[in-house]
């Protein structure tokens, strides 16, 4: 690797000339806020660095001793293991970096490499961690800020993917505020003529305005879809205001959000065009064309693609290109859990299209009704093995015709399904079941009967696990709620139930050995490899479930139920972080687990071979899976289970 190569070119007489370093800082965050006296002393212990084009200014594996802030010219972030470079981002004027090695006392984990020319303003580390340590805005900036260097490194280490190439991956991981276009003419207010409006539109090159008030709150939207409509239709005058004809039903999105979000607001809020807001206020406006070189628009194509299908063999084209889109998005280094969280969605469409042509195909419901999925697509986490789990909640009351409706269009639902993509489950668990079909009243009395039980053998227990993540993505919500609700009143009073499954997944052992080696099959058609299902997530995910059942957690997510978790403090910041990690790793591996295994014609399947992974993959690994065990530990101890009695 190459050696640092830089000079303390800038003589103080120089420094007063050419730019001041209290001046500097003072356009700096978090330095911008402070008091002048405080800069002024901070700014005495810091010196200009001059870096030549090329060389390393922070060296992956070793030892930091100093922070920067980058005043001039560009850097490139990335990591270097087995001749491999992964790109990481780039950091250019006001951006700081090099605190990691220093706050965490540990070998710097990536190389930062200047691309031109670059000026830096160097802190020592004997200045910058008295610093940290004296101010508490200081201390949480830094700390935060160390987390996200943590986690964008995790991200590379288990992708493993060649990244020196790669220019989308670091556009994912860009904020919406750095994506949008910029330009005044991405507002107006109420009282602008239609006409003034339309010239906005054509000479800024945009779609869509952003109606804002006068403290810059959004008030509406405002398109050539909206212009048209009012002056063809409507016959409104180019000289009335925009506030007759705009859109007052719009998304919305916060600045500091990623690729992402924006990407899963559109979907989920059914939009094209998302208000941009920055405290609360418009900050500009962003569209589906804005994405278009992130794969957006392409994929918004494909929603009213599902929408617009008449038929399941219509829709089964759809969820091939679904497929695609979880390709391509981890090809392109995205979160596994932001992956599934889009395909989750993707597949919601199509389930609530399958339950749409069931009703036009079976006539009108008879009454209210909401058609739930369960395991993971209740939890929002489908990958590629996604058969169908799903079950039917109806009001009532009951009587042959409406059962004899609900049995029909079950059938409907199922079978379209089916025909869609999604294979039927081995296990049944699907509302063509009676098992898993009836009234509102009818499943109240079925989830008593559970929580009232005293013992479960291991197919009920599984059965449990499964519906336990229920979630309504057709129909009457309100049924789901108050299902839950009712759950939740339940196991308040009946702790033993929650116990009782607990049982089943805290003594599932993790495939380490004494000395951390993996524990593969010995033989068979799996030999030489480990279920990272079985053994993975099966128990970080039902471990998880199960503690925020007892705590009343109404989400599903893995992810959102670990946050509420931590939020309460069943579960420490640093615990959580660690599962979060650990959630990340199964999920990743599995899917592009399951991606070569279709690539090379063989049926996926959660069994992995640890010896085609790389050393930090492999690391990332047995982590995880010591993250599962410590957290089997923790189930024990919130939901009060003894080692030494016996199965239920």
């Avoid at 336990?468 to 057709?474: P, V």
Wanted: with cysteine; charged share 30%; hydrophobic share 40%.
């Amino acid at each position: 690797m190459r050696e640092p190569r830089w000079r303390c070119l800038i003589t103080p007489e120089e420094t007063e000339q050419k730019l001041s370093k209290l001046a500097f800082l003072q356009r700096v965050v978090p330095f911008e806020s402070l008091p002048r006296e405080q800069l002024e002393g901070l700014a005495q212990g810091m010196e200009w660095r001059e870096f030549r084009r090329g060389s390393l200014i922070i060296e992956q594996g070793k030892r930091g001793s100093s922070f920067f802030i980058l005043c001039t010219g560009f850097v490139k972030v990335y990591l270097y293991e087995e001749e491999r470079e992964s790109l990481l981002g780039f950091l250019g004027e006001g951006d700081c970096f090099g605190e990691m090695s220093l706050l965490n006392r540990e070998p710097t984990a990536a190389n930062v490499e200047a691309l031109e020319e670059t000026v830096c303003l160097a802190q020592p580390e004997a200045s910058f961690l008295p610093m940290v340590r004296s101010d508490p805005f200081f201390y949480r900036f830094f700390s935060q800020l160390l987390t996200r260097r943590m986690k964008s490194v995790y991200r590379e280490c288990l992708s493993g993917n060649i990244g020196v190439n790669r220019i989308e991956p670091f556009l994912f991981r860009k904020r919406i505020a750095e994506m949008m276009p910029s330009g005044s003419s991405l507002s107006c207010d109420e009282q602008t003529s239609v006409r003034e409006a339309g010239l906005r539109l054509i000479n800024g090159n945009r779609s869509s305005l952003v109606v804002i008030d006068e403290k810059k709150f959004p008030k509406g939207i405002v398109g050539m879809r909206e212009l048209l409509e009012g002056l063809l239709i409507r016959h409104v005058s180019p000289e009335e205001n925009v506030g007759t004809l705009m859109s007052r039903q719009f998304g919305s999105i916060d600045g500091e959000s990623y690729f992402f979000d924006a990407f899963h607001e559109m979907v989920q809020q059914k939009a094209d065009r998302l208000v941009v807001l920055e405290h609360g206020k418009a900050r500009g406006l962003l569209s589906g064309l804005d994405l278009l070189k992130f794969r957006g628009l392409e994929t918004l194509s494909l929603l009213r693609n599902i929408d617009n299908s008449r038929s399941a063999a219509e829709l089964s084209l759809c969820r091939k290109d679904v497929e695609e889109v979880l390709k391509g998005l981890m090809r392109d280094g995205a979160l596994a859990s932001e992956a599934c969280r889009i395909v989750s969605e993707l597949n919601d469409r199509i389930v609530k299209r399958v339950v749409k042509l069931a009703e036009e195909f079976c006539g009108e419901p008879p009454c209210s009704y909401a058609w739930l999925g369960l395991g993971s697509e209740g939890r929002k986490e489908q990958t590629l093995l996604t058969d169908q789990d799903n079950a039917l909640i109806y009001r009532g009351p009951s009587s042959g015709r409406v059962e004899d409706y609900f049995s029909r269009f079950s059938d409907c639902v199922v079978q379209g399904l089916a025909e869609a993509g999604f294979p039927l489950c081995k296990g049944l668990v699907m509302a063509t079941n009676q098992k898993y079909r009836g009234t509102l009243d009818v499943w109240k009395k079925k989830t008593s009967d559970w929580v009232l039980r005293s013992s479960f053998d291991s197919k009920e227990a599984m059965d449990a696990f499964v519906f336990l993540d229920f979630r309504s993505n057709a129909g009457d919500r309100e049924l789901e709620k108050e299902l839950r609700d009712h759950i939740f009143s339940l196991i308040g009073s009946h702790t033993l139930f929650i116990r009782a499954l607990a049982r089943y997944i805290v003594e599932v052992p993790i495939p380490l050995g004494f000395f951390k080696h993996f524990i593969v099959e010995k033989n068979g058609q799996h030999k030489n490899r480990v279920n990272i299902k079985t053994f993975g997530l099966v128990p970080l995910v039902t471990c998880l479930k199960l503690m925020a059942w007892q705590e009343r957690v109404s989400e599903t997510n893995t992810l959102a139920r670990t946050s509420a978790l931590a939020s309460r403090a069943i579960l420490s910041t640093d615990a959580a972080e660690f599962l979060e990690q650990a959630f990340e790793t199964f999920l990743t591996l599995r899917i592009k687990n399951n991606l070569s295994d279709r690539e090379q014609g063989r049926e996926p399947s959660n069994y992995l071979d640890p010896a085609l992974l790389s050393t930090k993959q492999k690391q990332l690994l047995k982590e995880a899976f010591l993250a599962v065990s410590e957290l089997q530990k923790r189930t024990k101890e919130v939901l009060n289970i003894d080692d030494r009695s016996p199965m239920c």
